[in-house]
């Protein structure tokens, strides 16, 4: 066998042109080889970067100096992490392992240029293997460990809340028995898509595996979690096609709330997914708090809500009004409307315990509508009788009075009602005027404007700055009943009920008592010279019919019987 002798040279000429990687060579810092390979990884044309290998450094732009440095510095065979820069400008991350080498009498470094771009995406893909579910693109276990970590952690630090809801689909195992595990898995990526789309950025969905999914919401309330957990019920029955099929499949849903369901990520999901366990014995479909009195108060308030909804439709709502007294000559000058519910199986309702919910579930607004129109209605029926002058009271709800278009809203109501404006009062509490009062002031001088009256109920129960009540149009101040309720017994009530009487009249504001009972709190009253007032001792708020016999046998309220 014969054997073959290369030139060394030519050897190292064909390897390098032939090589699939990178190699460039280092003197002194500068560069002075480029293999074929790096030449085009750069950009740069066969032999364009080589050609004047003499004079220049092969590597000026593509390279810059102090990385060459750093390279040099490395422990040999160590890897580093460049940006090179391409012919035309671009970055091109590339990995760089350099080794010292002799080159006769020359000390050289020979480097090897790895190309990045695909480790990076591989690095990526690797990443999203750990960390997301492969089926539904959802974070799985590991991730969400995560998440619920640093939501845990911030909650701790700012005192706040988190919420982690424990998914479960019903029944889902018979989607993949009858139709195959690949419809079954279609099925899981649409509702894992839905319920994306209802989280916020801050939220975390992630996957368990099977039906399960995970919710971690941080700085959400239980009751912010309750409009979602019905959110995502209502979502998950929506109907999936897939293959041919009209999917439909239900979700039971299991929520416990940091803190007082758990510290940490192993209670909240332990509890999370008892309370999922009870959603199921419920007959499905269903949510469940871990905390049990959470139940009964969301079940209580759902109730009442799905309640108020069928009443609104059905003209459950009726109104009562009570007369606002004119103290000195004893006349109905207005009347307050005050709403009540005609339940069909529980009898009257009073709004003190509808209102509120009413006002968290946004009803209030369409309830709100309704007494505006019907009282404004009532009032310019009572006029065209001749009963008037009669003012008409109503009360209106911050979450009412902060609502798009509620003075288009008025000025539409008493347009169709045919109620001149000077004849409508709106009752405002502190609560609504002190919410963000520059926006208020604008609202409230546009209805003074309009000639509507403005008044402050339950005045003195809230905070409101005096230099606040100079500023905004109102008319009238209505001392909260409790001040009026002791005054003949309590010092300080009396002197709270003659400071706003004697404040109001400074500021021009009529004065109203509320919750006049006696005829002791009436004489009182009148010493202070407080204006007007209202409450049982005049009349308990009566139906609309038996207001008009009442305001037929006018005057007659002197106070003195
Ligand atoms: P409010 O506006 O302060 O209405 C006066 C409340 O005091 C009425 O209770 C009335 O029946 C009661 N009252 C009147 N005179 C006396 C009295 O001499 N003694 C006692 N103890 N109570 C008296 P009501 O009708 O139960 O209404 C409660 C609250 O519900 C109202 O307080 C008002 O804030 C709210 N409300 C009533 N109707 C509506 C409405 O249509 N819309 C809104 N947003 N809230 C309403
Ligand atoms: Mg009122
Ligand atoms: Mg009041």
């Known amino acids: 066998m014969s054997t073959i002798v290369v030139p060394a040279s030519d050897l190292f000429k064909a390897g390098m042109a032939a090589a699939q990687v990178g190699?460039?060579?280092?003197?002194?810092?500068?560069?002075?080889?480029v293999n074929p390979f790096l030449e085009t990884l750069l950009g740069y044309g066969a032999g364009e970067l080589r050609r004047d290998a003499d004079e220049a450094d092969l590597l000026a732009t593509a390279l810059p100096v102090p990385a060459r440095y750093e390279l040099l510095a490395a422990e040999p065979g160590t890897e580093s992490e460049v940006v090179l820069q391409t012919?035309?400008?671009?970055?091109?991350?590339?990995?760089?392992?350099?080794?010292?080498?002799?080159c006769g009498e020359l000390a050289v470094t020979v480097v090897t240029v790895l190309d990045a771009r695909s480790r990076?995406?591989?690095?990526?893909?690797?990443?999203?293997?750990?960390?997301?579910?492969?089926?539904?693109?959802?974070?799985?276990?590991?991730?969400?460990?995560?998440?619920?970590?640093?939501?845990?952690?911030?909650?701790?630090?700012?005192?706040?809340s988190a919420v982690l809801m424990f998914v479960d689909l019903d029944h889902f195992k018979r989607v993949n028995d009858s139709l195959g595990h690949s419809v079954g898995d279609e099925l899981l990526c649409a509702v894992a898509q839905r319920y994306q789309g209802a989280m916020r950025q801050v939220d975390t969905l992630a996957r368990l595996g099977g039906d399960e999914f995970i919710l971690v919401l941080p700085g959400m309330t239980a009751m912010a979690g309750l409009e979602l957990a019905r959110r995502l019920l209502s979502m998950a029955a929506q109907p999936v096609f897939v293959a041919g099929h009209a999917l439909t499949v239900t979700a039971s849903i299991g929520i416990s709330v940091y803190p007082q369901d758990g510290s940490d990520m192993e209670s909240l999901l332990k509890n999370a997914d008892t309370a999922m366990y009870r959603a199921k014995e419920l007959g499905r479909n269903a949510f469940q708090y871990y905390a049990s009195?959470?139940?009964k108060a969301t079940l209580e308030r759902l109730l009442m809500e799905s309640n108020l909804r069928r009443a609104l439709l059905e003209r459950q709502f009726t109104l009562h009004y009570q007369p606002l007294v004119e103290l000195a000559s004893g006349r109905i000058i207005g009347v307050e409307a005050l709403i009540r519910w005609q339940h069909p199986e529980l009898g009257i309702i009073m709004p003190d315990s509808f209102i509120?919910?009413?006002?968290?579930?946004?009803?209030?607004?369409?309830?709100?509508?309704?007494?505006?129109?019907?009282?404004?209605?009532?009032?310019?029926?009572?006029?065209?009788?001749?009963?008037?002058?009669?003012?008409m009271a109503v009360n209106?709800?911050?979450?009412?009075?902060?609502?798009?278009?509620?003075?288009?809203?008025?000025a539409g109501v008493l347009a169709t009602s045919g109620l001149a404006a000077p004849w409508l009062e709106l009752e405002l509490t502190e609560r609504t005027l002190m919410h963000d009062a520059e926006v208020t002031l604008g609202?409230?001088?546009?209805?003074?404007?309009?000639?509507?009256?403005?008044?402050?109920?339950?005045?003195?129960?809230?905070?409101?700055?005096?230099?606040?009540?100079?500023?905004?149009?109102?008319?009238?101040?209505?001392?909260?009943?409790?001040?009026?309720?002791?005054?003949?017994?309590?010092?300080d009530d009396l002197a709270i009920a003659s400071t706003i009487v004697s404040m109001g009249s400074s500021l021009r504001l009529t004065v109203l008592a509320e919750g006049i009972e006696t005829r002791e709190q009436l004489a009182l009253l009148r010493h202070m010279a407080c204006e007007q007032g209202q409450g049982y001792y005049f009349s308990r708020p009566l139906t609309a019919d038996k207001m008009t016999e009442m305001l037929k046998q006018q005057p007659f309220l002197t106070g003195e019987t």
């Not at 990076?120 to 799985?140: H, K, M, S, V, Y």
């Not at 209106?396 to 008025?410: K, M, T």
């Open 23 to 33: 190699v460039f060579v280092l003197h002194d810092g500068r560069c002075c080889y």
């Open 87 to 102: 012919r035309n400008g671009d970055a091109l991350p590339a990995v760089l392992l350099a080794v010292p080498a002799r």
């Open 396 to 410: 209106v709800s911050p979450v009412q009075f902060r609502q798009a278009g509620f003075i288009h809203l008025v």
């Open 293 to 295: 009195e959470m139940n």
């Open 356 to 391: 509120p919910v009413a006002e968290d579930t946004g009803l209030i607004n369409p309830i709100g509508d309704w007494v505006l129109c019907a009282a404004c209605r009532q009032a310019q029926r009572w006029i065209d009788a001749g009963l008037g002058p009669l003012r």
């Open 120 to 160: 990076n995406l591989a690095e990526q893909r690797i990443r999203e293997l750990i960390d997301f579910d492969t089926l539904t693109g959802l974070p799985n276990r590991r991730l969400l460990k995560d998440r619920m970590q640093q939501a845990l952690a911030a909650a701790a630090r700012d005192e706040g």
């Open 443 to 491: 609202s409230l001088s546009a209805l003074s404007r309009m000639g509507v009256h403005l008044s402050l109920d339950d005045f003195g129960t809230g905070y409101s700055s005096l230099a606040y009540l100079k500023r905004f149009p109102v008319d009238k101040l209505k001392i909260d009943r409790s001040f009026v309720h002791d005054l003949a017994h309590a010092a």
